[in-house]
C-alpha cells in the first residue's frame, strides 16, 4: 500500500482520558477512533492489525478441529431467562424492545445461544464430542469502560464452545485448548503465561486465564520464581501462614477476658495497646452482599494482618457482587463498627471466616461491645461457622506447591477457558442419549479469546516512548519504505522499486511516497505507527545506499540497494 493512498490520520494529541501507552499510542497512530463510551472505529491500520490478530485465532482454532459458525449478535431475553442469567449477568447485559414490545439483549456471550443451537439437534452420543466457535462482536455495558480497546463495551472475541458425553472427554478438549491458546499467543509473539482462576459469572469450574504480562494490567497474578504455579490473586492459594504464637500454650490455661480498649477501633492501635503482633488478632470487615432480589450484611473475618480478597468473598456467600456497608447500615444490623468480632454476635448476621483461623486459639478480637475487645479467644467453642479461602495472597507467602516464596506480577486477561460442566445443559434442558439409552445433560466448556483487547495488549507489552513496536504476526505492515523527498523522481523510483521487490518476496510492505510530507514527520509517523522496519531512500542514494531501521532498537545500519530486499528477507522470515 501507498501512504499517499492511506488513510492514516496520525496525530500528536494524546486524548484526555489515555493513560495508558496502547490506548494513547493506538488513537495518535490513526488506528481507532473513540465514537462513545467504550465504542470504538477501526481505521485502515486498526483494521488489518485486528484481521491479522483473527486471522492466528481462526487458523489454530480450525487446526484444533473447532467449526466456525456465526450467532446472531443480537439474541430473544427468553433464552437468558431460561438460563437464569437474565438477572446474574447484572447491568452488563444490554435489553431492549422491538417495535412488537419483544425482549432483546445484544450478546454479551453465546453460552445460551449455542445451547439452543445443539439442543435437539446433537441428540446422540455417537455425535460427540463437538467444539464450536464463532470471532464476532460483544457488548457488555461495562460500568467502566476505559484503556482504549481493552475494556471496551463493544468488542471483538473469540468464543468456542464444546458439547462431551462425559466430563473426561471435557478435561481432554480443555487442555487441547490450553496447548492450542499457548500457540496462538506464541504466535502473536507475546509474552504470557497461564493462571489458575475465578470463574465468575459465566460459571463452572476449573478454569485458567491467558495473561498477557504488563506492568500496566488491571490483573494482580501471583506467581511462583521457583515452579509453574501461576494464579489470578482471585483464586490464588497458599501453604498456610505459620504464626508464631506470642504466649507459651502449655504455661497459660487459656480464657477469653473482655478487655477495655477505648476509642482503639484498628488492628494497629489494638495490637500497640495490647502488645501483640497483628496476627495474633481477627480483624472483621462488613460487607452488603447484594443478590438478585435482596440485600444482606455479612461479616468476613481474616487473620489481622491479612487482606480479604473481594472475589473469594463474593463466591462464599454466592451474592452478585459486594459493596461497602455504610455507618448507618452497620448501626441498623446491630454491629458495632471497629469493636466487631465473631463472639456474641448479633442474632441472624451472616459470617464467614477464613479457613486459616479454624480451631485458632488466642486470638485477640472485637467484642462487639463500644470500647471492648476480647482476649484469649477459642474459635473451636464457635458454633455454626462457614469456613471459606477469603485472604489475598500476599507477596513473599508460601508455594502450596513447592514451598518457593511467591510474588506479584501484573497481566492483561487476554483469554480465559472453562470448564462448564452441565449448568447451561441443565438449565436449558438440552439432553443427549447415552451408550445406554439414557438421557443426559451435555458436559460443557467454554473458551474466550479477547481478539479486540489483543491489539491493545501487544503495544502494551511493546512500545517506548516514541510509539508502539508491532511483533510480526500483528504488524499492519513489516517494512515502511520511506522516500526522504518523494518529488525527487529518482527517489521515489528507487524506493517503488524496494516496495515491488518486498512485496514479491511475500513481506507485507507500505512505502511512504506522501510529496507533502517532509522527511522527519514521515520517521515520526515510522516509529508512532510501529511498523517493525523502514528503509530510508535519502541522500546516500547516489553512492547506491539506503538504510535498515530497526524499529525496536532503532538501530540503524547502512546497506547498498541492490541487497536491501534479501537482507530483509533473512531478518523477516
Ligand atoms: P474481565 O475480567 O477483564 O472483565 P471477563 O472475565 O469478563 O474479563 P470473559 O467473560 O472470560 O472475560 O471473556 C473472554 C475474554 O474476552 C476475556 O479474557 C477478555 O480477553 C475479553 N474481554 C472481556 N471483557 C472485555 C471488554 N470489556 N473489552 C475487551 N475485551 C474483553
Ligand atoms: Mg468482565
Not at 458425553?165 to 490450553?178: N, P
Not at 514451598?403 to 460442566?421: C, D
Not at 523522481?489 to 512505502?511: H, Q, S, V, W
Request: with cysteine; charged share 30%; glycine share 8%.
Amino acid at each position: 500500500m501507498k501512504f499517499s493512498q492511506m488513510f492514516i490520520p496520525t496525530t500528536k494529541e494524546v486524548p484526555k482520558d489515555a493513560t495508558l501507552p496502547s490506548h494513547q499510542y493506538l488513537i495518535r497512530g490513526g488506528f481507532v477512533n473513540q465514537v462513545g463510551a467504550g465504542i470504538y472505529n477501526y481505521l485502515p491500520l486498526g483494521k488489518i492489525v485486528l484481521d491479522k490478530i483473527r486471522a492466528v485465532v481462526k487458523e489454530e482454532m480450525d487446526n484444533a478441529g473447532a467449526n466456525e459458525v456465526q450467532f446472531g449478535f443480537v439474541t430473544p431475553l427468553s433464552l437468558w431467562e431460561e438460563s437464569g442469567r437474565a438477572t446474574t449477568m447484572g447491568s452488563e447485559l444490554l435489553r431492549f424492545k422491538d417495535r412488537k414490545n419483544a425482549d432483546y439483549v445484544l450478546s454479551p456471550t453465546n453460552e445460551e445461544a449455542v445451547v439452543d443451537l445443539v439442543k435437539n439437534r446433537i441428540t446422540s452420543y455417537k455425535n460427540l464430542p463437538i467444539n464450536l466457535y464463532q470471532i464476532y462482536t460483544k457488548f457488555r455495558d461495562e460500568a467502566r469502560p476505559r484503556f482504549g480497546l481493552m475494556r471496551g463495551r463493544e468488542f471483538l472475541m473469540k468464543d468456542a464452545y464444546s458439547f462431551h458425553s462425559c466430563k473426561e472427554d471435557l478435561v481432554r478438549e480443555f487442555d487441547h485448548m490450553e496447548e492450542t491458546y499457548k500457540k496462538i499467543y506464541t504466535r502473536l509473539g507475546l509474552d504470557f503465561r497461564v493462571v489458575a482462576a475465578d470463574s465468575g459469572a459465566i460459571g463452572g469450574s476449573g478454569s485458567k486465564e491467558f495473561m498477557v504480562l504488563a506492568n500496566s494490567g488491571e490483573d494482580t497474578i501471583v506467581i511462583c520464581p521457583d515452579c509453574d504455579y501461576g494464579a489470578n490473586i482471585e483464586a490464588a492459594v497458599r501453604t498456610k501462614k505459620e504464626v508464631k504464637k506470642w504466649f507459651d500454650l502449655t504455661a497459660v490455661d487459656l480464657k477469653m477476658e473482655k478487655v477495655l480498649t477505648e476509642g482503639m477501633k484498628t488492628i494497629e492501635e489494638v495490637s500497640n495497646f495490647l502488645s501483640t503482633p497483628k496476627a495474633q488478632s481477627i480483624k472483621a470487615v462488613i460487607k452488603k452482599a447484594i443478590y438478585e432480589e435482596s440485600n444482606e450484611i455479612v461479616v468476613f473475618f481474616v487473620r489481622g494482618d491479612d487482606q480479604l480478597e473481594e472475589t473469594k468473598a463474593s463466591n462464599s456467600v454466592n451474592c452478585l457482587e459486594l459493596v461497602d456497608a455504610n455507618d448507618e447500615e452497620i448501626l441498623n444490623s446491630g454491629l458495632c463498627a471497629g469493636y466487631c468480632g465473631p463472639f456474641n454476635l448479633p442474632k441472624d448476621i451472616n459470617f464467614v471466616v477464613d479457613s486459616e483461623l479454624k480451631d485458632e486459639i488466642g486470638l485477640v478480637c472485637g467484642a462487639n461491645e463500644e470500647n471492648y475487645h476480647f482476649t484469649g479467644s477459642d474459635l473451636s467453642t464457635l458454633e455454626d461457622v462457614k469456613y471459606f479461602d477469603l485472604i489475598a495472597v500476599q507477596e513473599g507467602d508460601i508455594c502450596s506447591c513447592c514451598k518457593g516464596s511467591l510474588e506479584y506480577t501484573k497481566g492483561i486477561e487476554a483469554g480465559h477457558i472453562f470448564q462448564l460442566g452441565t449448568k447451561y445443559s441443565e438449565a436449558m434442558d438440552a439432553k443427549f442419549l447415552d451408550e445406554n439409552g439414557k438421557s443426559q445433560p451435555f458436559v460443557m466448556g467454554c473458551y474466550g479469546i479477547g481478539v479486540s483487547r489483543l491489539v491493545a495488549a501487544v503495544i502494551e507489552q511493546n512500545h517506548d516512548e516514541k510509539g508502539g513496536i508491532w511483533t510480526k504476526e500483528t504488524a499492519p505492515f513489516l517494512v515502511d519504505v520511506i522516500v526522504s523527498n518523494a518529488k525527487k523522481d529518482e527517489e521515489l523510483e528507487a524506493g517503488m522499486k524496494i516496495y515491488n521487490d518486498l512485496k514479491t518476496l511475500g513481506i507485507d510492505t507500505i512505502i511512504d511516497d506522501r510529496k507533502k510530507e517532509r522527511f522527519g514527520f514521515k520517521m515520526g509517523d515510522f516509529e508512532l505507527i510501529g511498523f517493525p522496519f523502514a528503509v530510508v531512500v535519502g541522500k546516500k542514494l547516489k553512492d547506491g545506499l539506503v538504510e535498515i531501521i530497526h524499529r525496536d532498537t532503532l538501530e540503524k545500519e547502512e546497506v547498498e540497494i541492490s541487497k536491501v530486499s534479501t537482507i530483509l528477507f533473512e531478518k523477516i522470515k
